[in-house]
């Protein structure tokens, strides 16, 4: 799962994808820049506190001890109010936790208190993704897309990349290839690449999905590998071997 952030960075700490505001700035370095797993905020003497509880949020999350991660979520609110920070902080724990519909919730409201946040819109449209509502995640993709494409280049690729995978989950294979290009591009980013990636293995065409899967990890970084194939596991098209990394299963079902 990816956590976005307004400093943006994209992690994969569960099979989900969620972006989280207490992130750094993206990148302007080669394919995948920005794409990297979420680091705890750092430890100023400002906020070291609020470093400490978010960071300790998580991690009881990924734990799988959503109680005692959400009672860290509430010291949290008692501290800072119900800001935007607070429900993104909730929303990405209840995600961990495996609540889907209560972190859609969660970051509902952020985005009633920060109507243009993508971070609240990409990590909403995720827990429909998680859900099912591939229709609906799509179209909040969609406006991710369109807002992020000048600012942050990188999230309006995942954001596609989604879209992609949305639209395949429906089985609408026009819709879906109509957002990939049709001729191998000279350099690609990762989301192109990995989205022609799944557009093969939904064509049946293992051969090829499995080819680019092997090109894609000799271009790009475990990290972004991983963060790309975690929707391929939320999908339940493969699982992740005792290396962590991500196989097709046999046949696309």
């Given at each position: 799962?990816?956590?976005?952030?307004?400093?943006?960075?994209?992690?994969?700490?569960?099979?989900?994808?969620?972006?989280?505001?207490?992130?750094?700035?993206?990148?302007?370095?080669?394919?995948?820049?920005?794409?990297?797993?979420?680091?705890?905020?750092?430890?100023?003497?400002?906020?070291?506190?609020?470093?400490?509880?978010?960071?300790?949020?998580?991690?009881?999350?990924?734990?799988g001890k959503l109680a005692e991660a959400l009672d860290?979520?509430?010291?949290?609110?008692?501290?800072?109010?119900?800001?935007?920070?607070?429900?993104?902080?909730?929303?990405?724990?209840?995600?961990?936790?495996?609540?889907?519909?209560?972190?859609?919730?969660?970051?509902?409201?952020?985005?009633?208190?920060?109507?243009?946040?993508?971070?609240?819109?990409?990590?909403?449209?995720?827990?429909?993704?998680?859900?099912?509502?591939?229709?609906?995640?799509?179209?909040?993709?969609?406006?991710?897309?369109?807002?992020?494409?000048?600012?942050?280049?990188?999230?309006?690729?995942?954001?596609?990349?989604?879209?992609?995978?949305?639209?395949?989950?429906?089985?609408?294979?026009?819709?879906?290839?109509?957002?990939?290009?049709?001729?191998?591009?000279?350099?690609?980013?990762?989301?192109?690449?990995?989205?022609?990636?799944?557009?093969?293995?939904?064509?049946?065409?293992?051969n090829e999905a499995n080819r680019l899967l092997a090109?894609?990890?000799?271009?790009?970084?475990?990290?972004?590998?991983?963060?790309?194939?975690?929707?391929?596991?939320?999908?339940?098209?493969?699982?992740?071997?005792?290396?962590?990394?991500?196989?097709?299963?046999?046949?696309?079902?």
């Amino acid at each position: 799962m990816a956590t976005i952030s307004r400093f943006v960075a994209v992690s994969t700490l569960i099979s989900v994808s969620l972006i989280s505001f207490a992130e750094e700035k993206p990148s302007s370095g080669g394919p995948g820049a920005g794409l990297g797993r979420i680091q705890p905020p750092a430890q100023t003497d400002g906020k070291s506190g609020d470093a400490q509880l978010i960071a300790e949020a998580k991690e009881r999350a990924t734990e799988g001890k959503l109680a005692e991660a959400l009672d860290i979520v509430e010291r949290y609110r008692q501290a800072k109010g119900e800001t935007a920070q607070y429900f993104e902080l909730k929303g990405t724990v209840l995600t961990l936790g495996k609540d889907y519909e209560a972190a859609e919730k969660a970051f509902g409201e952020l985005l009633l208190r920060a109507p243009d946040s993508y971070v609240g819109r990409f990590n909403r449209a995720e827990t429909m993704m998680l859900l099912g509502r591939y229709a609906k995640a799509e179209s909040e993709f969609a406006i991710v897309e369109r807002d992020q494409s000048a600012l942050a280049p990188p999230i309006a690729d995942l954001a596609r990349f989604k879209r992609v995978a949305c639209f395949l989950a429906q089985g609408k294979m026009l819709e879906a290839s109509g957002l990939v290009p049709p001729v191998k591009e000279a350099k690609e980013s990762p989301a192109l690449f990995y989205s022609r990636m799944m557009v093969a293995w939904v064509r049946k065409d293992a051969n090829e999905a499995n080819r680019l899967l092997a090109e894609a990890r000799k271009n790009f970084s475990r990290e972004v590998d991983d963060l790309y194939t975690d929707t391929f596991v939320e999908l339940r098209w493969g699982t992740r071997g005792m290396d962590g990394q991500f196989n097709f299963g046999l046949k696309f079902r």
